[in-house]
């Protein structure tokens, strides 16, 4: 179906093309709209034109120049977006809808922090300001883009003609280092924008490493950070536009970035993301999980392999985006085939795995574990990676042989550890790592929490480092 309508507006962006011809403009007036153009443009021209519509694709006619927008006029037309997206009265309904979620009391108290910064990315998308999200490489990662990139869909449905694009990136590492920052700035090059470009982390950032590329941000775009590990007070928050943490808000790492994501997508639209937060709470074995729940458990499965395998050699998936996530889970015979291929090389693998890991007798009372994580047979996708394996083969171990268990998978230069809640914080892991550390030659650098951690050694002398470890929880000889 085709239409013509009118407008009178400010051009606000442009995505260029290498054939001009091609490039995208955002125009803000009385109405929003995206749409390439017989007359290449500058950002802040008023326009008066036609636009022709067909499906999704729009074109600017019969376009007369008024001049130059005036600073105010811009900053009108900007005020007037702010207004279309209520995220404040969102965020009521959000609480409201909440209200049993045992994370309730912590999202209360970042309820304001969250509108705002829903209200300021709202406003970006609408004016067509560049915009990068990255999600970390994981079923939490991925779960919050895919919320976000709901109310995105039904934001632009709603309020936009003609599609904008948004660039989504999925982080591999923790970091928001120098080579994510580069990328970045690589992809603003594509747009003039009369207002500052955007990057939106989630689950990933708050660490030393990104240190320099947060700082250095601040003198060409902003950032949103969605995070849920634990900050430190070196941390250069203030560089960013906003920095939105669980941990300080009375919360924690139970309440996953997923979770967090996903509120800040509901109080840009009313959209349903239940089923991402219950997957986030899963994959990331929060506390507030409900391991019960057998489609968030199925989902988790496949978010963890999508994440896994996307743009490793080989793969079929290149690039994971939301949107392939979203028509996946929409697609039921292709979900269930993503399914059945995870599950049951997960449970395979789990199984060889418990067969195989030697179990050592412990002073401390509790059972010792160690796997050769190169032993097991493995696909060239790549699936599972080994972190997310130990976390899966210590719930299988704990379910067999009780809640004092502990498991060490080693694989190049890594050992990684797991064990219960029940007995991590009389184990005090972290402790004994950074004494190992300090102790051997052979162990480079070691870090985690007290129930997950890991230890990156010389690959040659893993076994030495491996043996300490082993005494130092009472290990002496295996049974
Ligand atoms: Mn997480």
């Known amino acids: 179906m085709e239409k013509m309508i009118r407008i009178d507006g400010i051009v606000t962006a442009v995505m260029l093309s290498p054939d001009a011809r091609n490039n995208v403009y955002t125009v803000v007036g009385d109405k929003i709209l995206n749409a390439k153009s017989e007359?290449?443009?500058?950002?802040?021209?008023?326009?008066?034109?036609?636009?022709?519509?067909?499906?999704?694709?729009?074109?600017?006619?019969?376009?007369?120049?008024?001049?130059e927008a005036t600073g105010k006029e811009i900053e009108g037309a900007i005020a007037k977006l702010a207004g279309l997206v209520d995220t404040r009265a969102n965020m009521d309904r959000v609480i409201e809808a909440e209200k049993d979620k045992p994370y309730l009391a912590t999202l209360k108290r970042m309820a304001g922090q969250i509108a705002k910064a829903a209200s300021d990315f709202s406003t970006a998308y609408l004016a067509g300001d560049p915009i990068v999200v990255r999600f970390h490489n994981d079923g939490d990662g991925v779960s919050g883009a895919v919320s976000l990139y709901r109310a995105l869909a039904k934001l632009q449905q709603s309020l936009v003609i003609g599609e904008r694009g948004v660039s989504w990136v999925m982080q591999r590492g923790i970091e928001y280092d120098s080579e994510s920052a580069y990328a970045d700035i690589f992809e603003f090059n594509h747009y003039n924008s009369v207002r500052r470009p955007l990057v939106l982390t989630t689950d990933f950032g708050t660490a030393p490493g990104s240190e320099g590329a947060i700082i250095g941000s601040k003198a060409k775009y902003d950032m949103i950070m969605l995070d849920h590990h634990p900050p430190y007070d070196s941390f250069p928050k203030s560089?960013?536009?906003?920095?939105?943490?669980?941990?300080?808000?009375?919360?924690?790492?139970?309440?996953?970035?997923?979770?967090l994501c996903s509120l800040f997508a509901e109080s840009i639209s009313d959209i349903h993301t239940e089923d991402m937060k219950r997957a986030s709470l899963i994959s990331d074995y929060s506390a507030f999980a409900d391991r019960t729940d057998a489609e968030g458990q199925r989902l988790a499965i496949v978010l963890d392999y999508l994440t896994s395998i996307a743009g490793r050699r080989d793969s079929t998936i290149?690039?994971?985006?939301?949107?392939?996530?979203?028509?996946?889970?929409?697609?039921?015979?292709k979900f269930e085939a993503a399914f059945r291929y995870s599950y049951d090389t997960l449970m395979d693998l789990l199984e060889i795995g418990a067969k195989s890991a030697k179990r050592y007798q412990s002073s401390r009372n509790m059972a010792v574990f160690v796997l050769d994580f190169e032993q097991l047979p493995r696909a060239e996708s790549g699936y599972p990676l080994p972190g997310r394996y130990s976390s899966r083969l210590q719930e299988k171990l704990e379910v067999a042989n009780g809640e004092r268990t502990?498991?060490?998978?080693?694989?190049?230069?890594?050992?990684?550890?797991?064990?219960?809640?029940?007995?991590?914080?009389?184990?005090?892991?972290?402790k004994i790592i950074s004494g190992i550390v300090e102790s051997s030659e052979y162990a480079e650098s070691g870090g985690g929490h007290n129930e997950a951690a890991s230890i990156k050694v010389d690959k040659d002398n893993a076994k030495s480092v491996l043996n300490l470890l082993l005494r130092e929880l009472g290990c002496l000889s295996h049974s």
């Open 39 to 67: 007359l290449t443009l500058d950002v802040g021209d008023r326009i008066a034109c036609g636009c022709r519509i067909e499906d999704s694709r729009a074109e600017l006619k019969e376009i007369e120049v008024l001049g």
């Open 239 to 259: 560089y960013t536009m906003h920095y939105i943490n669980t941990w300080e808000n009375g919360g924690d790492s139970n309440f996953t970035a997923g979770v």
């Open 318 to 333: 290149d690039k994971l985006t939301p949107a392939y996530v979203q028509s996946l889970i929409m697609d039921k015979k």
């Open 406 to 430: 502990l498991l060490i998978v080693h694989y190049g230069s890594y050992i990684t550890i797991r064990l219960s809640r029940a007995i991590s914080k009389e184990t005090g892991l972290l």
